[in-house]
């Protein structure tokens, strides 16, 4: 979806409620998606189990150890978690850098603390450097040791490298920040900054630190019998083995899963301190290969879309979040019928003008209208940034339609007649069936009285975003107004296929198994607009498809089945009838003709 609003106000609202549903959807398909691609790609790059070897120095496993975890459940650690610029660190004796010192953490124990939950708290402010302020990272160290034990090496009374784990993790992370210039076309008048405008006029792009205030310290509950070299990934990325013994270090897993990407602030030389509020607990083994996964299917997605993802992780945490467990089960489940129907009615579509001979009782500028509103999409979704993924469905939507225009006009390519005597001109013309069975004629008297309430709305339209909205540009602001104007109004272009069947008095040439489908998936649409939180603009205007669908279901009730009319294959109920008659009969009505004449 296009991630810039297209109008303000009831318009504005409309496009919002579509974004929710439609973002809702493309992240379930992309997680079931992605599901599908990692079942299918196991196979090929499953490692393979290998024999533990003693290489001296290597990272293989000690030959005759006994796998598991070094420390056993109950050992009592110490965490010491601290604050640098880098990713390693040696500053121990820095007591600044030192920022949480938790003693006598029992390992397993899921009844510590003073809540008894097995949960500890800390929150406090710590100073910025000057290289933090400019752009600089922010990395947070963790350090399990043995009670009592400290994990300072240079500490040789109660330093043991053996009895301390440890891991790392950068706290801030790098945005990009786009400066766009807009402006009110007619007077010129903007609401950005004059730093902002300054910026935009210069398309300046900054990768700016930003950081989140909240980190949760998981450490995995685990004696599973794990061997070195046999473990999965991308979870042997987190085991650290021991290579004496051939065991495996506690696992430290440091939780960000659930800070959503827009409540990330930025740091700039302004700030001084910054707070940070950390939580330490146990957790499942299978909860962290739940986290580590989805990390896993990040990393996916990187190669296939752009930071407009990232909107769509944070709508799917708040769906985990804020959604009944049950419901969300029915959503999954909803998601994946509406899918089937989706492709359902795409196969049916195709199908049905592959198939066409006959074009009678079809509105063909409805065709040549769609390809033009699937160019609009796609050139605002171009303007705007917006999904990779979502550029090219959209590309493909057009290339279909493209594909339609030589089942409904004959198209002939003239080179002797060339335009400058470069590009050779191409002619179009109504197809015969169409012209003969006055279709033609319906569907321009339709058109007709279509544009004497069209047009008044699309001047309408047109003013008030050039009244009250701000754009890039005369060509940003003729893509945004068409496409609103569209996403508001487009429904009406449904109506003259529905003026050629009052004509006609029938409904038998139209693609009855492609409109089912899609009026299923407008039915789910419907009944989402009621459970997901959206503007009640949105959820009134979900039902203007369905009215025109019932209308064709009302026009499919009132208007009896002609059997000479041919349907979507070519064939009519005529022809099948001829078909299913022995000779013999038409045999003896031959024979019986012949003897009344004689």
């Known amino acids: 979806m296009p991630n810039q609003e297209v109008a303000h106000g009831e318009a504005n609202q409309e496009n919002q409620g579509n974004q929710t549903w439609k973002l809702v959807q493309n992240v379930i398909k992309q997680m079931l998606i992605f599901y599908f691609i990692s079942q299918v790609t196991s196979g090929f790059f499953r490692q393979k189990p290998q024999t533990p070897t003693n290489t001296g120095d290597s990272q293989s496993a000690v030959a005759g150890s006994t796998p598991g975890n070094i420390f056993s459940k109950g050992s009592i650690f110490d965490m010491h978690i601290y604050l640098a610029e880098y990713d390693y660190f040696d500053n121990f004796d820095d007591e600044k850098a030192l920022f949480w010192f938790q003693p006598a953490i029992e390992y397993g124990n899921w009844n510590m603390g003073s809540n008894k939950d097995g949960i500890f708290n800390f929150n406090g402010n710590f100073e910025l450097t000057e290289k933090m302020k400019n752009n600089g990272s922010i990395y947070l160290h963790v350090y399990f040791t043995e009670n009592g034990r400290s994990p300072n090496p240079n500490d040789k009374e109660t330093y043991a490298k053996r009895m301390t784990f440890s891991t790392f993790k950068r706290l801030n992370k790098y945005l990009k920040k786009t400066y766009k210039r807009t402006k009110n076309l007619l007077t010129g008048s903007t609401d950005q900054s004059e730093e902002y405008q300054i910026k935009a006029a210069d398309n300046l792009v900054e990768v700016i630190s930003h950081w989140h205030p909240n980190l949760t310290i998981n450490l995995i509950d685990d004696q ?349 109920g005529e022809d099948t009838v001829a078909v299913n008659q022995p000779q013999d009969t038409e045999i003896t009505q031959t024979t019986s003709e012949h003897v009344k004449s004689d």
């Not at 705007?384 to 409904?408: C, Y």
């Not at 008297?445 to 004497?452: E, G, M, V």
Request: aromatic share 18%; proline share 4%.
């Open 224 to 572: 599973s019998l794990w061997v070195q070299n046999t473990v999965p990934p991308p979870m042997n990325e987190y085991i650290e083995f021991d290579k004496a013994t051939g065991k495996y270090y506690p696992i430290i897993y440091l939780n960000d899963y659930w800070n959503l990407n827009a409540d990330y602030q930025p740091i700039n030389d302004t700030l001084t301190y910054l707070n940070l509020s950390l939580t330490f607990s146990h957790l499942q083994l299978w909860k962290w290969q739940l986290y580590v996964s989805q990390s896993m299917k990040n990393q996916w997605s990187n190669y296939f879309s752009d930071e407009a993802s990232e909107e769509d992780q944070d709508t799917l945490k708040k769906t985990l979040l804020d959604t009944n467990p049950y419901l969300l089960a029915v959503t999954v489940a909803v998601t994946i019928v509406h899918s089937v129907f989706e492709f359902l009615a795409f196969k049916n579509d195709i199908q049905f003008w592959k198939n066409r001979n006959d074009l009678e009782g079809l509105s063909v500028n409805s065709v040549l209208f769609g390809c033009f509103t699937q160019l609009i999409i796609l050139l605002y979704v171009l303007d705007n940034e917006t999904n990779t993924v979502v550029r090219i469905s959209v590309g493909i939507g057009l290339l279909i339609d493209l594909w339609k225009i030589p089942k409904v006009l004959n198209v002939s390519v003239d080179y002797n007649n060339k335009i400058f005597g470069l590009i050779p001109k191409v002619h179009f013309a109504h197809k015969v069936s169409y012209v003969k069975s006055n279709t033609d004629d319906y569907d321009r008297l339709a058109f007709k009285y279509l544009s004497w309430v069209l047009f008044p709305l699309v001047i309408g339209y047109a003013v008030y975003s050039l009244i009250y909205q701000e754009h890039k540009g005369w060509y940003s602001w003729v893509l945004s107004m068409i496409y609103g104007f569209l996403l508001t109004f487009g429904f009406i272009m449904m109506t003259p296929q529905l003026f050629i069947n009052y004509k006609l008095k029938s409904v038998a040439h139209l693609p009855w198994r492609m409109m089912t489908y899609k009026a299923l998936n407008t039915f789910i649409d419907d009944l989402f607009a009621f459970v997901i939180e959206m503007p009640t603009m949105y959820r009134i205007g979900c039902f203007r498809d369905d009215i025109i669908f019932f209308i064709y279901l009302y026009q499919r009730w009132i208007y009896p089945v002609d059997k000479k009319r041919t349907n979507e294959f070519g064939s009519s």
